[in-house]
């Protein structure tokens, strides 16, 4: 049976200011202009985060499959509709038994698939990432992910500058799992090369990298200027100054910036203690810190939020959409399948109010409660 939503449509291509989007069953089969609505409420594709670690009191990082699903409930409430499980620095057996536990819950649909950002990361850059777990990368561990995963195992974070960094992009670009760039003091040659390897993602751009200066432009210039390499953008005002977001976004285009929510558990919860890898993590106004040092901790942001703080900064909704929605989708391999409001995707939506606040979500040619 044919369903409709009628309101402002925000297409890849533009906004249908009285449009109409169809579907039938969990397939979207018509995107069109529909003269008698008068504007209505905004209607955009289904957001996809590509890097979050729980949310709602709940957190993917120990693994735990009942934790997963009420992580993925609470941000789905927030209109997120596809969601990787990004796991932080770990023993490998953690590494392991969380593929082992989110794989089923991957082919379930819950999950689109697991992120490890860790451990294979730089210990000057590591930020809120357990010093006490980081190493090289192995490609014997990563060769035993993916079988595990079945092709759940969808993005790994790694700095390139590490022994054996280059080897271990190329065996991921191989199993057709993203490589990303993050939490790194590499060079702007070494990052090059990362890219050159098939690296394809910057996981959280400035943050966790060595800064830009102009004798060495570092990582930060090399994948905005790699026009393969999507770049990751915490839109929460804390990780980024506004100007650098806005720059980002104009510099490396919509297609090629994704925001996302880098979020822990403490997402949608009170100021309180929590934990993130096994670090005490401290969240005050809304920021986390770890207890110990201060550094920022992942953030509390949902997309929707991250949404309007990118309309609010100035960036017309269209693109706002494409970041939080189309470009993510096609980064981690899904945009033929997920991420747009275009037919023969999955009906994925979300209805906003003019404040772009969350009114409906329908995931799958389903409203969602």
Known sequence: MTVRVN????????????????????????????????????????????????????????????????????????????????????????????????????????????????PYLSASRCGAQNPEYLRDPSTD????????????????????????????????????????????????????????????????????????????????????????????????????????????AATAGPDRAALITDAMAAAGMADGEYELGGQAVTVTDGVARLARDGAIAGSTLTMDAALRHAVSAGIPIADAARMVATTPARAIGLGDRVGALQVGLRADLVVLDDDLNVVRVLRGGSWVD
């Not at 008068?38 to 934790?67: A, C, L, S, Y």
């Open 7 to 118: 309101g402002r449509v925000v297409t890849p291509t533009g906004v249908i200011r009285q449009g109409c989007v169809e579907w039938d069953g969990d397939r979207i089969t018509a995107v069109a202009e529909y003269p008698t609505v008068r504007d209505g409420h905004w209607i955009v594709p289904g957001f996809v985060d590509m890097h979050t670690h729980g949310g709602g009191g709940h957190t993917f990082t120990t693994g735990d499959t009942d934790e997963a699903r009420a992580a993925a409930d609470f941000h789905l409430a927030h209109g997120t509709t596809t969601v990787l499980a990004s796991l932080v620095s770990a023993p490998f057996e953690l590494m392991r038994s969380a593929t082992e536990a989110f794989t089923p819950l991957v082919e379930e649909g819950v999950l689109a698939g697991v992120h490890f950002e860790g």
């Open 141 to 248: 561990e990563l060769t035993e992910l993916i079988k595990l995963g079945r092709g759940a195992v969808r993005m790994v974070t790694l700095a390139p500058e590490r022994d054996g960094a280059l080897e271990a992009i190329r065996l991921l670009a191989s199993q057709r799992v993203v490589a990303a760039v993050g939490h790194t003091d590499a060079t702007y040659e070494q990052t090059q090369a990362a890219v050159a390897a098939g690296a394809s993602v910057g996981t959280h751009l400035f943050n966790g990298m060595r800064p830009v200066h102009h004798r060495e432009p570092g990582p930060v210039v090399a994948l905005l200027d790699a026009p393969t390499v999507i770049c990751e953008l915490i839109a929460d005002g804390v990780h980024l100054h506004d100007g650098m977001l806005t720059y980002v």
